[in-house]
């Protein structure tokens, strides 16, 4: 928990938790708190579900806690009835139980402000005369490493009730529980605030940076130079010896615009390199990133694989997203989530690269987007978009 004299501490004999003062001590969080699990009633009772104004807890309530800023949950999404909390393991905890959430997104925790109930999805503490709420939230944040440890599952990743009841905490006097837990408000709140500038500034750069490259591929870095209606009311007007054009044609007629292999299967260590739509990114296009079909499955797939210079696309999912594709991989594919955008002889790929990701470029696509979980782009929309295009020399 913190940097001890050796000479006044002691082993806590937990490995998280590391030395602690003599004068403190460790216990298995469950004594010194009682542990609640919590419930959802049956969804094949409507009447469990009428008349609901009890305050419940699910995952729905998670974004609340993701940044760690906020210390105590005061509402939820959803709330159950009375009727079902009595038809359920689900039980109203009084206010100040601290929460933590074990399922899915794992490793969440706050204190509640008022008395609530929760969903299987969170184990629950309401603490007893030996240990203060504020201090075992903290305590549940300096644990955020360890629950990474303690889950299990590769889909669906939960920390097990068994696991949670060997839980341990470090259990200084009260006295110092409270000091330390309000040095630590107020150490959290200025740190927080710091990052608040921080990211208020960040946010400013990227509004400077998305401006300045939208103004250089719409033209209008100059405004001593003639101009022209674009005809197309996303680009506006563009530099009068500027054309528009359809992306299509600053394609090779022999490497069109295309998506990759339909169902690429399952992963397999030896096979080929495929593109996917989350790969189409800085930092996401390596081979290590890289999931691999099998060689028989890409033989079908002849016409789209990658050359180096490639730009990639992605049109579902995180469509807009775009990148050029390294020499590592040269004669990788693509899935049906990507698209190739290979730039003939002329054209300069950085300046297309640019150009595919503006705002102007993406505003019509997005427009005919399609599907409410996973949005995609047509393949023959992509081709026809429009892009204004400057001479070479200019690109």
Not at 13 to 19: A, L, P, S, T, Y
Not at 106 to 117: H, K, L, N, W
Not at 149 to 164: A, D, E, F, K, W
Not at 348 to 377: M, N, Q
């Amino acid at each position: 928990m913190r940097t001890v004299d050796e000479r006044t501490a002691k082993p806590s004999n937990v490995e998280w938790i590391g030395d602690v003062p003599r004068h403190w001590k460790v216990a298995r969080t469950k004594y010194v708190a009682r542990l609640e699990s919590g419930h959802t009633p049956s969804r094949q009772r409507p009447e469990y579900w009428a008349n609901c104004h009890v305050p419940w807890i699910t995952l729905a309530d998670v974004w609340q806690l993701r940044d760690r800023t906020q210390k105590y949950i005061t509402e939820t999404a959803e709330t159950i009835s009375e009727l079902g909390l009595a038809n359920s393991s689900a039980r109203l905890l009084p206010k100040d139980t601290v929460i933590l959430s074990r399922t899915a997104s794992v490793g969440f925790s706050a204190i509640m402000g008022q008395a609530m109930a929760t969903s299987q999805d969170f184990v629950n503490w309401v603490c007893g005369p030996k240990i203060v709420p504020d201090f075992l939230l903290y305590v549940f944040r300096a644990m955020r490493h360890e629950f990474d440890r303690l889950v299990r599952g590769s889909i669906h990743q939960t920390i097990y009730m068994p696991v949670v009841e060997k839980f341990m905490t470090p259990l200084p006097p009260m006295a110092e529980q409270r000091a330390i837990a309000a040095f630590l408000d107020r150490k959290t709140a200025q740190i927080d605030e710091l990052i608040a500038k921080k990211q208020r500034l960040l946010d400013l750069l990227h509004e400077r940076k998305s401006a300045t490259i939208s103004h250089a591929i719409a033209g209008r870095l100059r405004s001593d130079i003639p101009t022209k209606d674009s005809g197309s009311t996303v680009w506006g007007r563009i530099p009068a010896h500027w054309r528009m054009t359809e992306l299509r044609h600053l394609t090779p007629d022999n490497r069109q615009i295309m998506y990759g292999i339909v169902l690429p299967g399952p992963d397999v260590d030896d096979g080929i390199p495929i593109v996917k739509g989350g790969n189409c990114e800085p930092g996401r296009l390596r081979l290590d990133c890289l999931s691999r079909t099998t060689r028989e499955i890409e033989s079908g797939y002849v016409r789209s694989r990658l050359k180096r210079g490639d730009i990639v696309y992605a049109i579902r999912g995180s469509i807009g997203q775009a990148e050029i594709v390294p020499p590592e991989l040269e004669g990788a594919n693509l899935t049906q989530d990507a698209a190739r955008i290979s730039p003939k002889s002329g054209v300069d790929g950085r300046w297309l690269l640019r150009a595919v990701r503006s705002h102007a470029f993406f505003l019509k696509l997005d427009a005919g987007a399609t599907g409410a979980t996973i949005r995609g782009i047509n393949i023959r929309d992509l081709k026809r978009a429009a892009i204004a295009v400057p001479p070479s020399g200019e690109q």
